[in-house]
């Protein structure tokens, strides 16, 4: 992709060389520039998504050696420039599985905060969740630009300008809200050996989420 919102589709393998008629170019975002994009790799086609300037996602289809011109999804929500982060995450190329992590801000404005959304990478028009569903709970905090999801491990990691990295995840499903607790090793309460236990001898418990806090 360019400033001039053209998509470029080029043969890796027979770049032409610096001669004319070996790359696909259309105006894909005509009304502004494309600073990043996520691909999503299928069996018989590969899905290119691109953020618009002043307006929602789209995701383009290249088969067989050329990309459909017309978008084959959109989403209903946007941001006001094209320099959000975004990537892919799925399982392979098996179809309902992927989400499309993408980033918006208003950057109208210097040091305001952003929002990381999740749509259905299927159908851009599904969005699954964003970070300010919560009212706060979730929040980014201040944006940064061009800076790519990382999808690891069942979390998302987001890098901003207020010096940290954000991390996203599933909240743990029991009452509370408060974590299942893990128990790493039982010892004997004095000399911390880790035998076998015989009847009413003290011992220690190790692990993580294990009692209240205080």
Known sequence: GDKAGQLYLVNGDAMGH??????????????????NMAIWNQANSTLVYIPQLNGAFQCYQEAGGSFNQTPVSVSLTGSTDPYGGMAISANGAQSGTA???ALT??????????????YDASNLANEVWNSDMTGGTDAL????????????????YVSTWGNSVVVYGLLPANGGGQAQPAIGGVANSASYAVNAVSPG??????GSNIGPAN
């Open 141 to 156: 905090g201040t944006f940064a630009k061009f800076a790519n999801p990382t999808v690891a491990n069942g979390h998302v």
């Open 201 to 206: 001898e003290l011992v220690t418990i190790f």
């Open 18 to 35: 610096g001669t004319s008629g070996t790359a696909q170019i259309f105006a894909a975002l005509p009304t502004g520039g494309i600073f």
């Open 99 to 101: 989400i499309l992590w």
């Open 105 to 118: 801000d208003d950057n109208t404005q210097w040091n305001l905060p952003g929002t990381l959304h999740a």
